[in-house]
């Protein structure tokens, strides 16, 4: 049996040592720096942080946990959450946990306001929000994938020198290439540059009707002062103007060095500068020992349109390392009517959620 226990810092030792039985101490969510930044340091507000302890011992046995976040949605701001780094401790599996704490947490999220919570949950735990949580799927989001150095890859991914020599005359094709215009400049993002980060929010609010605020706020949080991850974020300016907004960030997966795209957006009516920034972030990861380019964008975006036109294809689902499902259980009725069901209405990449 267990008993609820809303979290208090004193529960903080315990649930580092949770997920590092879990997980093992070299993942990022082991790490108390990190879950230190991710709970407490979010512009949107702390984590909903919710506890189940074993009855008799008072042993931490689960923790349901939600992010806060900032949702411009059908024209004005919402405040919502993602749920995320949900852990069932393996003695305590089978009691309820999952689910209890989960309601439990919700109905704080219904007190605070919140419009809504989504998720993007893996196979093992989707089951669980869609037939016990009351959560409604949108629709899978397409990962797309581009080779940037196929001689790299086979030797990462198949272990073969040999094989990766037999595909070194096909580099040449996937080089990334394109020259600047003059009238356009690529600005890496600093802590000096957010005010500029500010200005590009207010050009592509509302772009599409359901996307997470990226202001200087959360760009900071997200991307700059997150620990143990490398981000490359780039503001590209046309005529001194911020029209486009991209990050980077080099990681392993499946044993290839991947420049995976934790964000790619940009005003209407510039893509041809959103291509130049794409090119200029890809070649840079590239000459950095990338050598396979991942995003996670659904096909409706104008953003896929380009990330097609650079060579991006869609992975097919046989090879996909999981399905990419988005999940959404809505708080706010009035949002249904709107449309905040339809896939359509939504931008969502992979720094919408922690996983990049």
């Known amino acids: ?37 991710q709970y407490f340091e979010n512009p949107a507000g702390d984590a909903l942080i919710d506890l189940a302890v074993d009855a008799e011992n008072g042993a931490l046995a689960g923790q349901y946990v939600v992010w806060p976040m900032r949702f411009w949605t059908f024209g004005e701001p919402k405040s919502c959450a993602h749920s995320l780094n949900t852990l069932t401790g393996k003695a ?10 989960a309601n439990l947490t919700y109905q704080r ?26 959560f409604k799927e949108l629709g899978n989001i ?9 001689s790299h890859m086979v030797r990462e991914f198949l272990h073969s020198g040999a094989l990766a020599v037999l595909a070194k005359p096909a580099d040449p094709f996937f080089r990334v290439r394109g020259d600047q215009k003059h009238d356009v400049t690529v600005l890496p993002v600093t802590k000096e540059h957010l005010e500029l980060v500010d200005r590009f929010w207010d050009a592509v609010r509302g772009k599409y009707p359901v996307m997470n605020i990226r202001d200087g706020a959360f760009v900071r949080f997200r991307y700059l ?8 974020p780039y503001l590209m300016l046309e005529n001194g103007e911020p029209v486009c907004f991209a990050v980077g960030r ?34 840079d990861m590239q000459q950095q020992g990338a050598s396979l380019a991942g995003c996670l964008m659904f096909g409706h975006t104008q953003e896929s349109a380009v ?15 999981q399905p990419f499902p988005l999940i959404l259980r809505l708080f706010d009725p009035s949002l249904e009517d709107k449309g905040v069901y339809d896939v359509k209405n939504w931008f969502f990449t992979m720094g919408d959620y922690d996983v990049i």
């Open 1 to 37: 049996m267990w008993d609820h226990k809303t979290f208090s810092t004193d529960d903080f030792p315990a649930i580092i040592t949770m997920t590092q039985e879990q997980y093992g101490p070299e993942n990022d969510i082991s790490n108390q720096d990190f879950l230190q930044h």
């Open 142 to 150: 397409p990962l797309m994938l581009r080779p940037l150095k196929p």
């Open 307 to 321: 990330l097609k036109k650079l060579g991006f294809f869609r992975c097919p689902k046989r090879l996909e390392p």
């Open 92 to 101: 305590y599996r089978g009691q309820g946990i999952f689910t209890g704490l």
């Open 109 to 134: 999220e219904t007190e605070l306001g919140h419009a809504f919570c989504y998720g993007t949950p893996n196979p093992n735990s989707y089951p669980g929000f869609i037939k016990k949580l009351s």
């Open 250 to 283: 080099i990681m392993e997966v499946a044993g290839m060095q991947c420049a995976m795209l934790a964000d790619f957006l940009f005003a209407d009516g510039h893509a041809d500068a959103a291509e130049q920034l794409l090119r200029k972030l890809l070649r």
């Open 225 to 232: 002062d997150m620990p143990r991850r490398t981000y490359f």
